[in-house]
């Protein structure tokens, strides 16, 4: 990183800390950090770089910033400007609208009109340079369709309110009819998920959103349990259940082994083919992850999940 | 004085010095008033002088890369018989505006006249939580170029909206493996798109199985699938390429004249126009096939929520025949290998007998199985 912009990058902070720090009278060192993402240590120098000034500042000259430290804690006060943060710079107003692009782009038409309108105007009002020019060089992935699912679980998790759901179980001849608690909204691999506590099952269960056809919001409210650890399903970049899992060995040819050593972070056999063992939940998603890599790769164990293979491609031709 | 001042310092007292002023002030004020600037000005020494004058333009450029921009002013002196060139920042530029909380929506900043009174600008609860859950989110998006910026973002709107009025929603982003790597590359791609600078890097294309040496025009980054993508202009094929960021080595920019772009991005750009594409579509498009496959009920309602192909018919028991557009035969037989009998391949021929050689060639891996149909497992 250039002088320069780590010149930029702390004037931006010191801007922004005075009257964050001035409003308060006082603040603690480490939650300033975690504020600004910075290590306490920055935190210091961007202070430090206040409190030189003085050195060179008659008393009372120019803008007046007074800096106390104590131990764990620094105190501002600003007597004349600083005393509000200075307008967002384009890179933060790019920020801004890209993060109002990803919940558009969760959600159903109507809403994403709503957003994409904000981020126009606090482009416009806060911007000291809009961003505007920028936005089109920045994109996201859609995922809000016609009925928006995941912003309307998004919300019914945060209000904690419980959802009916019709969920497209593959290999199902109709949509299951679930009433559910959605505790977390969870994007692994490329998909959102929510894990939820199941009405019908009794217990957490992970839904994929593209697989929720119809959702309705409910009246009725839940708390998420205190032991509730999203920590027991993920794990190496990917959702699973943690209870009832087991272990599947599955080899991949040397033909696509260069994709499952970038994803995995695994090392190829001798032949060049690599052997995974998988964490596998549900056998579904075990069959379509085989199926998808074709003769590429083969279930080597246990038996029963060989069987299943063969028994999928029997449905697969007419 | 002989303290050594730094750049941050000289700019904090630039800044103190200017803003809010009503009056402009002129070059020689600034000079004598700024402790920097003076240090050297008031030695009265020529050369000084004018290295400390090119010193304060360069400062003028760097700040205006932040979004402060110094304006330079013709200004009346004597009775308004003399105009001289005078410098302003006003309250109304530098600082944020008033976030206030209201039901209304759609009201832009007030109309203040006065440039130094620092605007307002209303927003709905609901605007309000918008802004903050969008920068929340652009902070947790794995590998983020943005999340610094989202994160100093989010510090300025918190200083008039309180947080905590707002709940988060509870969203988690499951990093995949190598996230952290990713970081460096990403930023730096960013910068490079908003200056328009050339990079150049080693490429592992995933299909090649070796590394390549690119010379790119970057001209957007998009998320997608988990993934980070750059689509610039490669020179080496003269057209435009995507590329994984996860697989580009030993990246560099152009470091030559920093400040001046080394291309244009074609005005009409738009890197929405690369997202949502399958592997099916990518590739030579004079090899167009096109695709028939059935739905049955009720994956038909699945392949309509996530917009898989286009719709042709519905039949009465629910299933759906939808259409796609084929430039590459084996990523999508694989797919609907994948779909284990929600989908059948209707047509042409000649696609359904490629799908039967493909699944004869699975089933041969499972040859030695006698019994299937095991049992599955409940979500």
């Given at each position: 990183m250039s002088k320069t912009m780590t010149a930029q990058e702390q004037f931006d902070r010191l801007t922004t800390l005075i009257p964050r720090a001035a409003r308060s009278g006082s603040a603690r060192l480490d939650e300033l950090a975690r504020e600004f993402g910075i290590s306490a240590n920055q935190l210091m120098r961007d202070v430090q770089e206040l409190v030189t000034r003085t050195h060179y500042h008659p008393a009372g000259s120019v803008e007046g910033i007074y800096v106390g430290q104590e131990q764990d804690r620094v105190s501002i006060w600003t007597t004349g400007e600083f005393h509000r943060p200075r307008r967002l710079s384009t890179r933060e107003a790019l920020a801004l609208a890209l993060g109002l692009r990803i919940l558009a782009s969760e959600s159903d038409p109507a809403r994403r009109e709503e957003l994409e309108a904000l981020a126009r105007k606090l482009d416009k009002e806060l911007a000291?340079?809009?961003a505007e020019e920028l936005t089109p060089h920045y994109g996201v992935e859609d995922h809000g369709g016609r009925t928006g699912i995941i912003a309307i679980l998004q919300e019914a998790a945060r209000e904690r309110r419980r959802c009916r759901i019709e969920y497209l179980k593959p290999g199902l001849t109709a949509p299951e009819v679930r009433v559910i608690s959605p505790y977390l909204l969870v994007y692994a691999e490329g998909n959102w998920y929510t894990l939820a506590h199941c009405g019908e099952r009794g217990a957490v269960r992970v839904f994929r959103a593209d697989r929720i056809c119809g959702i309705q919001t409910l009246e009725e409210r839940f708390e998420v349990p205190a032991d509730f650890d999203p920590a027991e399903y993920v794990g190496g970049g990917r959702i699973f259940r943690a209870e009832r899992d087991e272990e599947v060995i599955v080899r991949y040819s040397p033909a696509i082994a260069r994709w499952i050593v970038e994803r995995e972070g695994v090392q190829p056999e001798p032949d060049g083919s690599v052997v995974l063992r998988h964490r596998v939940a549900d056998p579904r998603w075990l069959v379509r992850h085989v199926l998808q890599y074709g003769a590429e790769a083969e279930v080597l164990g246990p038996p029963r999940y060989r069987e299943l293979i063969r028994s999928s491609l029997a449905s697969i031709l007419p | 004085m002989s303290e050594r001042i730094s750049k941050v310092q000289r700019w904090l007292d630039l800044v103190a010095y200017l803003i809010g002023r009503r009056i402009p002030v002129t070059v020689a004020d600034i000079m004598e008033n700024v402790p920097a600037y003076a240090q050297k000005w008031c030695s009265g020494d020529e050369t000084d002088q004018a290295s400390v004058r090119r010193t304060f333009e360069r400062d003028k450029d760097e700040l205006r890369e932040l979004g402060i921009t110094i304006e330079t002013v013709k200004h009346p002196i004597n009775y308004g018989l003399q105009l001289i060139d005078g410098y302003i920042l006003t309250r109304r530029a530098y600082y944020l505006p008033e976030l206030k909380l209201g039901a209304g929506t759609g009201s832009g900043a007030s109309k203040w006249t006065d440039k130094n009174r620092v605007p307002g600008i209303e927003l709905s609860e609901d605007e309000a939580q918008a802004a903050l859950d969008a920068l929340r989110r652009l902070m947790e998006l794995p590998a983020s170029p943005l999340a610094r910026e989202a994160r100093t973002a989010y510090v300025k709107l918190a200083f008039d909206i309180d947080p905590d009025r707002f709940a988060p929603a509870p969203v988690l982003y499951v990093e995949p493996p190598g996230t952290a790597a990713l970081l460096a590359v990403l930023g730096q791609l960013s910068d490079a798109i908003i200056a328009r600078k050339r990079v150049t890097f080693r490429y592992n294309g995933i299909y090649r199985g070796e590394a390549t040496t690119r010379c790119v025009a970057p001209y957007g980054l998009f998320f997608q699938h988990g993934h980070w993508y750059l689509v610039g202009h490669d020179d080496t094929r003269d057209a435009i390429r995507i590329f994984r960021?996860?697989?580009?080595?030993?990246l560099s920019a152009n470091q030559r004249a920093p400040k001046t772009p080394d291309f244009e991005v074609p005005p009409d750009f738009k890197v929405d126009t690369y997202l949502d594409k399958k592997a099916w579509n990518l590739g030579d498009r004079e090899a167009l096939i096109r695709a028939e496959v059935l739905f049955r009920y009720p994956a038909s309602l699945w392949a309509e929520r996530c917009g898989h192909?286009?719709?042709v018919e519905e039949r009465d028991d629910g299933s759906v025949v939808r259409a796609f557009e084929l430039y590459q035969v084996d990523p999508f037989l694989r797919w609907l290998l994948s779909l284990t009998g929600d989908a059948q391949l209707l047509g042409p021929p000649e696609l359904v007998a490629e799908l039967q050689r493909l699944v004869a060639g699975v089933a041969a891996l499972y040859?030695?199985?006698?019994?299937?149909?095991a049992e599955v497992c409940d979500v």
């Open positions: 000291a340079a809009p | 960021v996860a697989r580009i080595e030993g192909g286009e719709f040859a030695d199985v006698d019994h299937p149909a």
